[in-house]
Nanobody, 117 residues
Framework: QVQLVESGGGLAQPGGSLRLSCAAA????????MGWYRQAPGKQRDMVAR???????YYSDSVKGRFTISRADAKNAIDLQMNNLKPEDTGIYYC???????????WGHGTQVTVSA
């Protein structure tokens, strides 16, 4: 019922910046939370940042002070501003949407972020 469209991935230099965007097309249900998850090569997918409909924001310790998640102008859309990028930020970033009414998680196809000199 929900499709997520991601954009903004690419190649950045260490210390550089990228901005990821995700737009969710939901049928008739409210999206209660959206976020970004990262899967580094050979590692498990884990949470990077999440924002709830009430405005609560959560970050993983590794990105606090460097990444900022925010609600975009469009409904059910989020941005992730990534500053001071490090090589360990490299991975596939997946957009997530949670609908409590359905107790369901939805995932985008992922966008590659590579940080390398």
């Amino acid at each position: 019922q929900v499709q997520l469209v991601e954009s903004g991935g690419g190649l950045a230099q260490p210390g550089g910046s990228l901005r990821l965007s995700c737009a969710a097309a939901a049928s008739i249900f409210k999206i209660d939370a959206m976020g970004w998850y990262r899967q580094a090569p050979g590692k498990q997918r884990d949470m990077v940042a999440r924002i709830f409909s009430a405005g609560n924001v959560y970050y993983s310790d590794s990105v606090k002070g460097r990444f900022t998640i925010s609600r975009a102008d469009a409904k059910n859309a989020i941005d992730l501003q990534m500053n001071n990028l490090k090589p360990e930020d490299t991975g596939i970033y997946y957009c997530n949407a949670f609908i409590s009414h359905q107790a369901s998680d939805y995932w985008g196809h992922g966008t590659q972020v590579t940080v390398s000199a």
